[in-house]
């Protein structure tokens, strides 16, 4: 795949689930089961997306990615896309990003802190998608 995608598209997203099923299995995953809305707010055009995973038993079964109210998640994490797009592009770790206040939580900071590995290892497969942001 030579051509960029747009960041959160329609297109970047099947890659994306294409890439995280293909890359990280149950066992790479710690077999967990837990789902996440990250909010991006100051999208590019003015509005606000959301980016929606959902893993049982360490399987993705959901990724969503769209506008309006996300679906119901274990952890809510917002912030502006520009951080989430340099968490994306592995400019800013996600663990760095929380704790400096750039992005805000909803949902158990221990747990969260716990699935830091496993957010690193999706950001990793994420950021190796040639992407517009």
Not at 63 to 70: C, D, F, R, S, V
Not at 102 to 122: M, P, Q, W, Y
Request: glycine share 6%; aromatic share 10%; proline share 5%.
């Amino acid at each position: 795949m030579a051509e960029k995608l747009a960041y959160l598209s329609e297109e970047w997203r099947v890659e994306a689930e294409k890439r995280l099923k293909e890359v990280l299995p149950p066992e790479k995953m710690n077999h967990i089961t837990s789902s996440m809305s990250n909010i991006y707010k100051n999208c590019p055009g003015g509005k606000e997306k959301y980016f929606y995973f959902n893993y049982v038993k360490g399987k993705l079964v959901d990724l969503e990615i769209g506008e309006g109210k996300p679906p119901a998640a274990e952890f809510t994490i917002t912030g502006n896309y520009d951080i989430f797009a340099k968490v994306t592009k592995q400019e800013m770790g996600s663990q760095r990003a929380l704790m400096t206040g750039k992005v805000k939580l909803r949902g158990n900071l221990v747990k969260a802190l716990k699935l830091a590995a496993v957010s690193d290892r999706i950001q990793k497969v994420l950021s190796s998608i040639p992407a517009v942001y």
